[in-house]
């Protein structure tokens, strides 16, 4: 009878322990995930500053820095604004509202990328994005919608004579996201329904419509923001990376490869100057060690008082 009584109350003290360290367990581990993340980023600026750049024709095998515009045929054309480049990042978001709680939430996110040359007049060396860190500027953002707060920003290095339309932006979204075009479809539906009754079937198809469109707002009556971001061809760039042998030359002057090498990791791609990356990166390790200690610490804390108990 004792042993019997001692396994129930030691199987339901088990059983809420666990259940009470769930939570701040997992805190801890997202804390020690960004901490650890600063302290990354903290040692890619150490690299980067100790790493001087040097002309493409007097590179060494290891980490480099080289500094130089980027060419080759093998060009991508952003979707958005249609410019010229070996990469780009699109991502589309849109206004939510739910209760409280109210923000821009990503519906479609797209990238590619193609290898390229960095030539600094000295010579050049052919770069493999793949496993690059890009670190660029926005080269075009706008808002639509009720909920839009800035006007559309289109960098004017592009040389673009206007920003992409709104219109244009809806037909990018149509494509990227799926759910636009049924939403779209929905709409004329109802719509056409709406045409052809009259009374109170016809207001209840309005009102069907409205709420379909508040749920749905890339449908041209909600808020979205689209973002565009490009390694632009005949723009000048850094990259940090590791210089290896190119194991396929075209040439004499086509004898190194950049990429991310397999002891050093480091791989960035830069459209920032030297300072700003720094003044960045500082920043980030900053926030993200001071963030993720806290974070570790108030977690720990609440672990070690269920530990001890009332």
């Not at 080759?72 to 054309?77: E, H, I, M, V």
């Not at 539906?189 to 009374?199: C, H, N, R």
Request: aromatic share 10%.
């Amino acid at each position: 009878m004792w042993q019997t009584h001692t396994y129930q109350v030691h199987f339901s003290f088990g059983t809420s322990s666990r259940h009470s360290y769930l939570l701040p367990l997992a805190g801890f581990g997202v804390g020690l995930g960004v901490f650890a993340n600063g302290f990354w980023n903290y040692r890619k600026l150490r690299l980067l500053r100790d790493t001087p750049r040097i002309a493409v024709r007097a590179v060494p095998m290891g980490l480099v820095h080289l500094h130089g515009k980027v060419t080759g045929s093998n060009r991508l054309t952003s979707p958005v604004t249609g410019t010229p480049c070996y990469y780009y990042h699109v991502h589309l978001q849109h206004w939510e509202e739910h209760g409280k709680n109210r923000g821009w939430n990503a519906v479609n996110t797209e990238s590619a990328q193609r290898t390229f040359y960095v030539d600094d007049g000295t010579g050049k060396a052919l770069v493999n994005p793949q496993g690059a860190e890009y670190d660029l500027p926005c080269t075009y953002q706008a808002e639509f919608g009720p909920h839009a707060k800035v006007g559309p920003f289109l960098d004017p290095s592009l040389g673009l004579a206007a920003a992409p339309s709104e219109e244009q932006v809806r037909a990018y979204a149509a494509k990227a996201d799926p759910a636009f075009t049924m939403a779209e479809k929905v709409i004329a539906q109802l719509d056409a329904k709406s045409a052809s009754t009259s009374g109170l079937t016809q207001k209840l198809l309005e009102r069907e419509k409205r709420v379909f469109e508040a749920q749905n707002p890339l449908t041209g009556h909600g808020s979205y923001r689209i973002t565009e971001r490009c390694l632009v061809a005949e723009h000048e760039y850094d990259v940090f990376g590791t210089c290896a042998p190119n194991p396929q030359p075209q040439g004499d002057d086509d004898r190194n490869l950049i990429l991310k090498g397999r002891n050093e990791t480091t791989f960035v791609i830069s459209g920032f100057s030297e300072l700003r990356l720094e003044k960045v990166l500082r920043r980030r390790a900053l926030t993200r060690i001071v963030l993720g200690g806290f974070v570790m610490v108030i977690t720990a804390g609440i672990m070690i008082s269920e530990l001890l108990g009332p």
